[in-house]
């Protein structure tokens, strides 16, 4: 199974700083098709996951352009361009290349 | 307005079964596989499975293919998941989440095993 591993686990940010969050797998998520199945969510708490990027880099209808992603292969990133209150919970990343699927393990995002 | 209700919460005896079903509206039922996520308490997000309300072809993580079987309806735009031979373990919410990039998610369906 294609592990990904995020970094950092906890993130402490100020209102307005800029974060990233990294997501590294132990395969390519390149599919045969051409896509890259990696996708961001977030979870505030006590609630549904919530989609936030889809295909690396796509930003998913709704969501604040603060919020972008990049990478390929097998190194990902999501960065906040200022981080807001709302912002706060657990941000996962999930690929959808190989089956199984499967999530990293989360970075939560505190107020400093 | 794609719309996700999932069932409400259940509570299963050790080796008994539980069947959750999320009703979907919104889009068109047969556009998106479903997924089931797995949430044990305090945890990250476990992917169940899959399955493809057209055809009623499923894909399972390993762990799972003896824990859990998925079913939908068409002709009602629900998806179900039976959850069979309960432990402790199974103790979680479970959330189904239409669509390749789990666009979209449900409300969630707490399971909780006990005597």
């Known amino acids: 199974d294609v592990v990904l591993t995020q970094t950092p686990p906890t993130l402490s940010a100020t209102i307005g700083q800029s974060v990233s969050i990294s997501c590294r797998s132990s395969q390519s998520l390149l599919h045969s098709n051409g896509n890259t199945y990696l996708h961001w969510l977030l979870q505030r708490p006590g609630q549904s996951p919530q989609l936030l990027i889809y295909l690396v880099s796509r930003l998913e209808s709704g969501v604040p352009n603060r919020f972008s992603g990049s990478g390929s292969g097998t190194d990902f990133t999501l960065k906040i361009s200022g981080v807001e209150a709302e912002d706060l919970g657990v941000y996962y990343c999930?690929?959808?290349?190989?089956?199984?699927?499967?999530f990293g393990a989360g970075t939560k995002l505190e107020l400093k | 307005e794609v719309q996700l209700q999932q069932s409400g919460p259940e509570v299963g005896r050790p080796g008994s079964s539980v069947k959750i079903s999320c009703k979907a509206s919104?889009?068109?039922?047969?556009?998106?596989?479903m997924n089931w996520v797995k949430q044990s308490p305090g945890q990250g997000l476990e992917w169940i499975g899959w399955?493809?309300?057209?055809?009623?072809?499923?894909d399972y993580a390993e762990k799972f293919k003896k824990k859990a079987t998925l079913t939908a309806d068409t002709s009602s735009n629900t998806a179900y998941i039976q959850l069979s031979s309960l432990t402790s373990e199974d103790t979680a919410t479970y959330f189904c989440?239409?669509?390749?990039?789990?666009?979209?998610w449900g409300q969630g369906t707490l399971v909780t095993v006990s005597s």
């Open positions: 919104g889009y068109t039922f047969t556009d998106y596989v």
């Open positions: 399955i493809d309300p057209e055809y009623g072809s499923t």
């Open positions: 989440a239409p669509s390749d990039w789990f666009a979209y």
């Open positions: 999930v690929q959808g290349t190989h089956a199984p699927y499967t």
